[in-house]
């Protein structure tokens, strides 16, 4: 049992639950993603359409064209691939999944108004992959939402609120697409900015804070391999711990894996399926 190749949500699902990991990718077991997940995929679809065409146009795309897209990108996602609903959830499916399909268009309209017209893309959704020597034969792989053409990196991303001030600097993604870059391109980039798309009960808007905008170094990058390193050594030995106990993560409304976890409890699972023992 080996890796092969690792990518940022990789390794940080690894970091949160490695036993998450090995249902997921070992086994192959894919669990569809919740109404949020599909939310931002929807934001991304009508992004990415305004992205391609501007780096010719220079232009964005009218704001109807976008949200078109982003709407047809969420009903497809879900189509497609499923959607993930606790028990509790799965009464209220059609209101749920229709409020998600209202929250995209709501989410891709503040993308539009106050995200898009401060962005030059050079570059949209480019696969890169590295081999780097320490890891010996794993490649890293990445896909970056857009590159600048001054040379920054920007991932757009949807929350349900504003991100904390330590969130960029904890964050796996931008130590692994600076290195990307850097080996792409010869050069550094100049930042890494998170585009934090926030809608609340009450507004959509963007994230306006410097905070969002990191840097990385080889410091980070050297953290980051002995993280890739750990994380082969366990694979090798098959060792897939749970995530620790009492982990925000280690619940039915965040882990599609929880009720057929064999580090749960059969009385826990019992209670949150909603049957008990005859």
């Known amino acids: 049992m080996s890796l092969d190749i690792v990518s940022p949500s990789q390794v940080a699902t690894f970091s949160r639950c490695p036993e998450q990991w090995r249902r997921r990718y070992l086994e192959n077991e894919k669990i569809p993603p919740g109404i949020a997940a599909h939310v931002g995929g929807g934001v991304h679809a009508g992004a990415e359409i305004n992205h391609v065409q ?9 704001e109807g064209d976008v949200l078109d897209a982003a709407r047809d990108g969420y009903v497809q996602r879900v189509e497609r691939v499923g959607v993930y609903l606790t028990r509790e959830e799965r009464s209220a499916a059609e209101r749920l999944l229709g409020e998600g399909q209202d929250r995209t268009v709501r989410l891709a309209r503040a993308y539009c108004r106050e995200v898009a017209p401060r962005l030059q893309p050079a570059t949209v959704e480019q696969h890169l992959v590295i081999d780097p020597s320490e890891l010996d034969g794993i490649a890293v792989q990445g896909y970056l939402d857009l590159t600048t053409t001054d040379d920054r990196i920007v991932d757009i991303k949807t929350s349900a609120k504003a991100w904390s001030p330590s969130r960029p600097d904890e964050e796996i993604q931008p130590t692994v697409y600076w290195r990307l870059y850097e080996a792409t391109t010869g050069r550094a980039p100049r930042s890494f900015r998170y585009e934090v798309i926030v809608g609340t009960k009450k507004r959509e ?22 993280r890739v390193q750990t994380m082969a050594r366990m694979v090798r030995a098959g060792a897939f711990p749970p995530a620790p106990t009492g982990s925000w993560q280690c619940n039915p409304k965040w882990c599609g894996y929880y009720t057929t976890c064999p580090y749960q409890s059969r009385r826990v699972i019992m209670d949150i399926m909603g049957t008990q023992e005859g």
């Open 54 to 62: 501007k780096i010719d146009s220079g232009v964005d795309l009218p």
């Open 205 to 226: 808007y963007r994230q306006d804070d410097d905070f969002l905008t990191t840097t990385r170094d080889d410091s980070d990058w050297q953290a980051f391999l002995r």
